[in-house]
DNA sequence: AGCCCTGATTGATCCAGGTCAACGCATCCG
DNA sequence: CGGATGCGTTGACCTGGATCAATCAGGGCT
């Protein structure tokens, strides 16, 4: 159930994990709020954001099964986290992950490689928010989900989008019409084909590649 | 010379390092670079940066005295590392730290601390990118050079900005001109006061602060 | 001193993506 | 079954910031 952790690790923690449901939609914790709790997504997937004092949103990440958040060695949560399908986690205290932490050295060394691993797509996430046009966003949006999809060992094909268009906007720094538009103008170029309204399949994956790197 | 590292620490990692110079302008390694150093700022400044194919530049953080760089996991770095002024570093083996590492547990926890407040970091720089105008860029820009400065114990009032307008632009997501006109108008609108081309007193701060946050 | 050379500023114009508005299309519910 | 409600799509128009194009201001060199 907590398919992310070594094997070895795995045996320790399980006796401090409680497994924790919730419906697409609900808050999982809110940013400021103390910082209780660990959680690894094992189920469904999961939305983080951060908000501007007038509503503004910037989703700063999409989590999948395997993936870990709430890792923060402060005391407070620092963005949102909100079910974007039902979920299924399993949740550790932070204390007792603390204690275990100080009898199990390997599982900072575990918990450093998780962090770099988020830093390396929180810059390539700057990149892609900074620099690059909606559509070379709308195409390596549709690509690293496809990664992540692949990575999972799920099907590739059927690129699953369980967000809606408004969260795409708020991950892409787009709006949801240049979202709709986006797609829209992939669709009439062949580069995608849409199956409703949350199915992607890739056409020439290779090329969509190149838009995504701008390799001109 | 290599501040920011704990005492207890210190002593065993004295041993592995070199001190580096370099002169303003000249990389220290590449994005796909082996990364075999890890590096502390003692003296300068520096800035990462990635590029996509055809040249667009995104620079995903400045590093100050204290901060620490090229922290990967994997083999190979992940951006560009190129000194902004003269810097000063004291330089890592990678092969020496990770013998260190199992020798001394706690060091993972120092470096995953490190890595968590990058994170927040990148997190925050999320948001700007994708949610902020680019007045709101500018000042949240300056905001943080100068907390920046009172974190490292330096005099506060004339935010220091080592680095070109292109770097400003190219870290903000805007052009030179976009950087330049900005800064004027907040010059025009007493917001700020200039003095000569990288120096910057902020007045109102605490107004500033309600401007980067979008308080309505 | 005078002369480049490089980076910063300012102005004029343009356009990618935002905004505003209408409409389509499910699903839900009385 | 009809009306409402909530996404998504599409169209028309607008605008913040990009682009293109002159200057301008040091700073180093002879």
Redesign the pocket.
């Known amino acids: 159930m907590c398919g992310a952790l070594a094997p070895e690790e795995l045996h320790q923690l399980v006796d401090i994990l409680t497994d924790v449901e919730l419906s697409a939609h609900a808050p999982l914790f809110h940013e400021g709020d103390p910082a209780e709790h660990v959680f690894n997504v094992t189920r469904g997937s999961i939305k983080l954001y951060k908000l501007l004092g007038d509503g503004r949103r910037q989703i700063t990440g999409f989590m999948f099964p395997g993936d870990f958040l709430g890792l923060a060695v402060n005391s407070e949560y620092v963005y949102t986290a909100e079910a974007v399908t039902d979920v299924k986690l399993c949740r550790f205290p932070r204390r007792k992950l603390d204690v275990l932490r100080e009898r199990m050295p390997k599982l900072d060394r575990r918990l450093l490689a998780l962090a770099m691993d988020e830093l390396v797509a929180a810059q390539d996430q700057m990149l892609l928010l900074g620099r690059k046009?909606?559509?070379e966003k709308i195409v390596s949006f549709l690509l690293m989900l496809a990664r992540g999809q692949e990575r999972r060992g799920e099907k590739v094909d059927p690129v699953h989008l369980p967000m809606?268009?408004?969260d795409i906007g708020d991950y892409l720094?787009?709006?949801?019409?240049?979202?709709?538009?986006t797609?829209?103008s992939l669709r009439k170029a062949g580069a995608i084909v849409?199956e409703g309204?949350d199915r992607v399949h890739l056409k020439h994956r290779d090329r969509l590649e190149e838009v995504a790197a701008a390799m001109t």
Do not use: D, F, W
């Open positions: 046009t909606a559509e809606s268009r408004t720094g787009l709006t949801i019409e240049t979202v709709s538009r797609l829209s849409m309204t």
